[in-house]
Protein backbone atom coordinates (compact mmCIF):
# COMPACT_ATOMS: atom_id res chain seq x y z
CA UNK A 1 0.00 0.00 0.00
CA UNK A 2 1.20 3.26 -1.00
CA UNK A 3 0.29 4.99 2.46
CA UNK A 4 1.48 8.39 0.98
CA UNK A 5 -1.43 8.20 -1.54
CA UNK A 6 -4.33 6.87 0.17
CA UNK A 7 -3.92 8.55 3.63
CA UNK A 8 -2.93 12.28 3.94
CA UNK A 9 -4.67 13.06 7.33
CA UNK A 10 -0.74 13.67 9.04
CA UNK A 11 -0.79 16.51 6.48
CA UNK A 12 -3.05 17.92 8.81
CA UNK A 13 -0.91 17.78 11.83
CA UNK A 14 1.40 20.65 13.45
CA UNK A 15 3.74 17.48 14.66
CA UNK A 16 4.73 16.46 11.08
CA UNK A 17 4.51 20.11 10.14
CA UNK A 18 7.26 20.40 12.56
CA UNK A 19 9.07 17.45 11.87
CA UNK A 20 9.21 18.66 8.26
CA UNK A 21 10.88 21.84 9.18
CA UNK A 22 12.99 20.29 11.38
CA UNK A 23 14.41 17.32 9.10
CA UNK A 24 15.10 20.12 6.58
CA UNK A 25 16.77 22.59 8.65
CA UNK A 26 18.57 19.36 10.25
CA UNK A 27 19.74 18.28 6.29
CA UNK A 28 20.94 21.83 5.60
CA UNK A 29 22.69 22.58 9.16
CA UNK A 30 24.41 19.64 8.47
CA UNK A 31 25.45 19.94 4.92
CA UNK A 32 26.93 23.51 5.86
CA UNK A 33 28.11 22.95 9.30
CA UNK A 34 29.66 19.55 9.25
CA UNK A 35 33.05 18.78 7.32
CA UNK A 36 31.82 15.32 5.73
CA UNK A 37 35.63 14.14 4.66
CA UNK A 38 35.86 13.56 8.79
CA UNK A 39 34.36 10.28 9.99
CA UNK A 40 33.60 12.25 13.29
CA UNK A 41 31.54 14.27 11.45
CA UNK A 42 29.92 11.60 8.82
CA UNK A 43 29.09 9.80 11.62
CA UNK A 44 27.26 13.17 13.31
CA UNK A 45 25.51 13.82 9.88
CA UNK A 46 24.27 9.98 9.83
CA UNK A 47 22.53 10.55 13.87
CA UNK A 48 21.31 13.71 13.27
CA UNK A 49 18.80 13.37 9.83
CA UNK A 50 18.07 9.18 10.62
CA UNK A 51 16.76 10.55 13.74
CA UNK A 52 14.63 13.68 11.99
CA UNK A 53 13.65 11.21 8.69
CA UNK A 54 12.83 8.78 12.29
CA UNK A 55 10.31 11.43 13.09
CA UNK A 56 8.58 11.93 10.51
CA UNK A 57 7.89 8.18 9.30
CA UNK A 58 6.91 7.63 12.84
CA UNK A 59 4.00 10.46 12.45
CA UNK A 60 3.06 9.24 9.23
CA UNK A 61 2.99 5.32 9.58
CA UNK A 62 1.17 5.85 12.99
CA UNK A 63 -1.24 8.36 11.14
CA UNK A 64 -2.09 5.37 8.59
CA UNK A 65 -2.32 2.95 10.76
CA UNK A 66 -4.75 4.82 13.22
CA UNK A 67 -8.18 3.37 11.69
CA UNK A 68 -7.11 -0.10 12.04
CA UNK A 69 -4.80 -0.64 15.05
CA UNK A 70 -4.86 2.00 17.93
CA UNK A 71 -2.42 0.67 19.16
CA UNK A 72 0.09 0.55 16.49
CA UNK A 73 -0.62 4.36 16.21
CA UNK A 74 0.55 4.88 19.41
CA UNK A 75 3.49 3.16 19.18
CA UNK A 76 4.60 5.07 16.21
CA UNK A 77 4.15 8.04 18.23
CA UNK A 78 5.86 7.07 20.73
CA UNK A 79 9.16 6.11 18.96
CA UNK A 80 8.87 9.93 16.96
CA UNK A 81 8.58 10.95 19.90
CA UNK A 82 11.78 9.03 21.42
CA UNK A 83 13.34 10.39 17.97
CA UNK A 84 12.73 14.03 18.15
CA UNK A 85 14.53 14.11 21.70
CA UNK A 86 17.55 11.68 20.11
CA UNK A 87 17.74 15.05 17.43
CA UNK A 88 17.15 17.32 20.60
CA UNK A 89 19.98 15.90 22.27
CA UNK A 90 22.61 16.12 18.95
CA UNK A 91 21.50 19.98 19.13
CA UNK A 92 22.29 19.94 23.12
CA UNK A 93 25.88 18.28 22.01
CA UNK A 94 26.62 20.02 19.00
CA UNK A 95 26.06 23.58 21.09
CA UNK A 96 28.12 22.02 24.09
CA UNK A 97 31.10 21.08 22.01
CA UNK A 98 31.33 24.70 20.89
CA UNK A 99 31.62 25.21 24.99
CA UNK A 100 28.11 27.45 24.59
CA UNK A 101 24.67 27.05 26.48
CA UNK A 102 21.57 26.60 24.43
CA UNK A 103 19.56 30.39 25.09
CA UNK A 104 17.98 31.14 28.23
CA UNK A 105 14.02 30.59 28.17
CA UNK A 106 13.48 33.97 28.49
CA UNK A 107 16.32 35.63 26.04
CA UNK A 108 15.18 37.65 23.63
CA UNK A 109 16.33 35.15 21.06
CA UNK A 110 14.49 32.12 22.66
CA UNK A 111 11.39 34.10 23.08
CA UNK A 112 11.14 35.39 19.09
CA UNK A 113 11.71 31.54 17.90
CA UNK A 114 8.89 30.79 20.49
CA UNK A 115 6.35 33.44 19.30
CA UNK A 116 6.31 32.24 15.96
CA UNK A 117 3.00 30.18 14.98
CA UNK A 118 1.83 27.98 12.68
CA UNK A 119 -0.94 29.00 10.16
CA UNK A 120 -3.53 26.54 10.25
CA UNK A 121 -3.94 23.70 7.55
CA UNK A 122 -6.24 23.73 5.37
CA UNK A 123 -8.43 20.80 3.91
CA UNK A 124 -6.80 21.50 -0.12
CA UNK A 125 -3.13 21.80 1.72
CA UNK A 126 -4.01 18.90 3.59
CA UNK A 127 -5.14 16.69 0.82
CA UNK A 128 -2.29 16.41 -1.64
CA UNK A 129 1.23 16.26 -1.67
CA UNK A 130 1.79 19.35 -4.31
CA UNK A 131 -0.30 22.29 -1.54
CA UNK A 132 1.00 20.34 1.32
CA UNK A 133 4.80 21.04 0.05
CA UNK A 134 3.77 25.02 -0.73
CA UNK A 135 2.44 25.15 2.97
CA UNK A 136 5.20 23.73 4.53
CA UNK A 137 7.40 26.15 3.01
CA UNK A 138 5.64 29.02 4.25
CA UNK A 139 6.10 27.56 7.46
CA UNK A 140 9.58 26.88 7.45
CA UNK A 141 9.83 30.35 5.96
CA UNK A 142 9.32 31.95 8.99
CA UNK A 143 11.99 30.01 10.98
CA UNK A 144 14.46 30.90 8.10
CA UNK A 145 16.37 33.94 9.11
CA UNK A 146 17.48 31.54 12.77
CA UNK A 147 17.47 28.28 11.19
CA UNK A 148 19.02 29.28 8.02
CA UNK A 149 21.81 31.36 9.64
CA UNK A 150 24.95 31.46 8.75
CA UNK A 151 26.26 30.95 12.68
CA UNK A 152 25.64 27.84 13.86
CA UNK A 153 25.33 28.56 16.69
CA UNK A 154 21.80 30.27 16.02
CA UNK A 155 20.72 28.06 13.74
CA UNK A 156 21.50 24.65 16.43
CA UNK A 157 19.53 27.33 19.10
CA UNK A 158 16.93 27.64 17.32
CA UNK A 159 16.50 24.31 15.57
CA UNK A 160 16.49 23.01 19.48
CA UNK A 161 13.57 25.28 20.44
CA UNK A 162 11.66 23.70 17.78
CA UNK A 163 12.88 20.31 19.13
CA UNK A 164 11.46 20.73 22.06
CA UNK A 165 7.97 22.36 20.39
CA UNK A 166 8.08 19.35 19.08
CA UNK A 167 7.90 17.31 21.95
CA UNK A 168 5.51 19.06 23.58
CA UNK A 169 3.03 18.72 20.39
CA UNK A 170 3.85 14.97 20.03
CA UNK A 171 3.15 14.30 23.94
CA UNK A 172 -0.47 15.88 23.64
CA UNK A 173 -0.95 13.30 20.29
CA UNK A 174 0.45 10.61 22.87
CA UNK A 175 -2.27 11.69 25.82
CA UNK A 176 -4.88 12.55 23.18
CA UNK A 177 -4.07 8.46 21.89
CA UNK A 178 -3.73 7.03 25.19
CA UNK A 179 -7.18 8.33 26.23
CA UNK A 180 -9.16 6.96 23.28
CA UNK A 181 -7.67 3.30 23.66
CA UNK A 182 -8.93 3.69 27.43
CA UNK A 183 -12.14 4.89 26.57
CA UNK A 184 -12.89 1.95 23.84
CA UNK A 185 -10.87 -0.55 26.49
CA UNK A 186 -13.45 0.52 29.00
CA UNK A 187 -16.85 -0.01 26.63
CA UNK A 188 -15.44 -3.14 25.72
CA UNK A 189 -14.27 -2.89 22.40
CA UNK A 190 -11.17 -5.21 21.16
CA UNK A 191 -8.27 -3.41 19.65
CA UNK A 192 -5.82 -6.11 18.66
CA UNK A 193 -6.24 -5.85 14.89
CA UNK A 194 -3.29 -7.49 14.79
CA UNK A 195 -2.24 -4.48 12.20
CA UNK A 196 1.73 -5.64 10.80
CA UNK A 197 3.75 -2.53 11.35
CA UNK A 198 5.30 -1.04 8.69
CA UNK A 199 9.07 -1.06 7.53
Excluded at 18 to 30: N, P, S
Excluded at 110 to 135: I, Q
Aim: some cysteine; charged content about 30%; proline content about 2%.
Amino acid sequence: MNFLDTSDAYRKLDSFTLARIIELGTHHFCHRFLDLTDDASISTYDRMNQAARSVRTGIIKGSVLAATSPEAELEYTVQAQRSMWELHGEYEEWLMMKQQVPWAAQSDEARAVRAVRLDPVSEREASNAHDSGKYLLRQKARFDQWIESDDDLVAANALLILCQRATRVLERQIEAQEDRLLEAEEKGFSLNYAAPLLD
